[in-house]
């Protein structure tokens, strides 16, 4: 039976476990079990984990792969991939190490620029209010100084504040729209500190500005928050080769691989339905390195879907064409990331990533991030093109349905060669095992 309950928060993890347990479960000892299992047996390192979060209970494990062979700009990487769903480690490895043989990936970040907003109510004349933001933007900067002087030591701070009117689509509605460049941090905290003081500042010094009405100085600020819609924070990722070395696959030439491959994308450019999808699989490569790495997924995974609308359909991320006999695939995205801050310094299978990453800028990382997405792509678009997703997909799954069935590691063994030769689908699986296990009791 569900109830509610107040003071969860101040209760003791235990205690915490205790409520659950007896509230939500029938056998109690076994969800407890079920939670303690999870649990570090290093105190020290549980402990940094509970307090990651709020109310935190147990851990949740995540597996940890790692893609090798990607040439990156001439430089060799070996990806963590922090990611749930069987076949995706394969396919970006598979894809690394094809385009390894081709010249590898090359990447480069096009703009790093982060945006922040004020927004805020204002009934008066709108001439007024832009002499008073005239008159107040320095003042405004001057008065972040002290959250700004450090990340200006390192290069970055703000680059511009401006007075946006937004009164056509809600009356008295306009905004400060900030523009910020964070160096290696994502930046979120210092964007959204540097936000709350211009509030504080443009609604304190509306008081003093001869200008205004007394009715007019009152602005009425309502929120002050970083956007995670960063379009001119944008990496490219891209391959490219002659068509005629596009395919080792004796199956299919070259020439129709490649045209099959464009027909594809362009379909993901014009179908919301089919670009959601297509979209999603370069997430499959991008969330696993971004959540490896740390880095917050859901801002990425919000920016990028909003990129992806941004000529007003949803469309696909990449693009593809052949140009004088060169096949080129590519993808430019929008990604605010950060190699310092955040869980980067604290986690330790996020530092161990980083360093396995030799310890990237925000910008090399953008790019290394970007490249695991469109490899993931080319992974996804090459089957799906080719031998359809499930062949592969269900020889990675293979293991899972296996566990499902708790087969033993005697039967494992026999199982997975087996499906070497057989296709992978989860009715014949469950047929094999079950006639294994027939034949396994006469
Ligand atoms: P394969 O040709 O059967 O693999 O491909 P292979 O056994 O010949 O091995 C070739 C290479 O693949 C290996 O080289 C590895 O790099 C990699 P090696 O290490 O031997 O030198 N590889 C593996 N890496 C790690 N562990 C393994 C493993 N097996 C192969 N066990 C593969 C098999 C799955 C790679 C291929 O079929 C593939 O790329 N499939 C695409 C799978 C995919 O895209 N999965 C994502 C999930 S489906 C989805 O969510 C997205 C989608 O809807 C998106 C869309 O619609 O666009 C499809």
Known sequence: MSAS??????????????????????????????????????????????????????????????????????????????IEESSVVAAASKSAKFWMDRGGFKAHVISTTKIGQVHFMYQGNPETLKNYFKHIKSQLIEAAKPITKNMEKRGGGIVDVELRDKT????????????????????????????????????????????????????????????????DCLVRAEVSCKVEDLT????????????????????????????????????NGIDAVVLATGNDF???????????????????????????????????????????????????LVKLSLELLHN???????????????????AALRSLTTTGIQQGHMKMHLMNILNQFEATEAE???????FKTQVVTHSAVVEAIHQLRIKNEK
């Open 5 to 82: 309950i107040s003071g969860f928060s101040k209760l003791s993890k235990s205690k915490k476990i205790d409520w659950i347990v007896d509230t939500y479960f029938s056998n109690t000892e076994d969800a407890k079990r079920i939670l303690k299992q999870y649990w570090n047996s290093n105190d020290k390192l549980q402990q940094l984990h509970d307090e990651f979060v709020e109310n935190t209970i147990t851990n949740y494990y995540l597996p940890l792969g790692v893609a090798p062979n990607f040439l990156i700009n001439g430089k060799l990487y070996t990806i963590p991939m922090a």
């Open 168 to 231: 056509q689509d809600i009356t008295g509605y306009y905004q400060l729209h900030a523009q910020f460049e964070t160096q290696d941090a994502m930046g979120a905290n210092f964007i959204n500190s540097c936000l709350e003081q211009f509030a504080k500042t443009f609604k304190d010094e509306a008081l003093n500005f001869d200008a205004f009405t007394a009715e007019e100085s009152d602005i009425q600020i309502v929120m002050s928050i970083l956007s995670n819609y960063v379009p």
């Open 248 to 283: 080792d696959d004796k199956t299919i030439s070259a020439e129709e691989f490649a045209s099959k491959f464009i027909q594809a994308v362009n379909i993901a450019e014009v179908e919301p339905f089919r670009a959601v999808t297509h979209n999603k699989g370069i997430m």
């Open 298 to 348: 859901r801002a990425v995974e919000a920016g990028v879907h909003a990129y992806a609308s941004r000529n007003g359909r949803y469309s696909s991320l990449s693009h593809a064409k052949i140009e004088h006999g060169i096949f080129t695939f590519w993808m430019e995205i929008p990604l605010a990331l950060g190699t310092i801050g955040g869980l980067t310094g604290l986690h330790p």
């Open 360 to 378: 990237p800028t925000a910008k090399e990382l953008m790019q290394i991030v970007a490249v695991a997405g469109l490899a993931q792509n080319f």
């Open 412 to 418: 494992k063994t026999t199982l997975v060669e087996y």
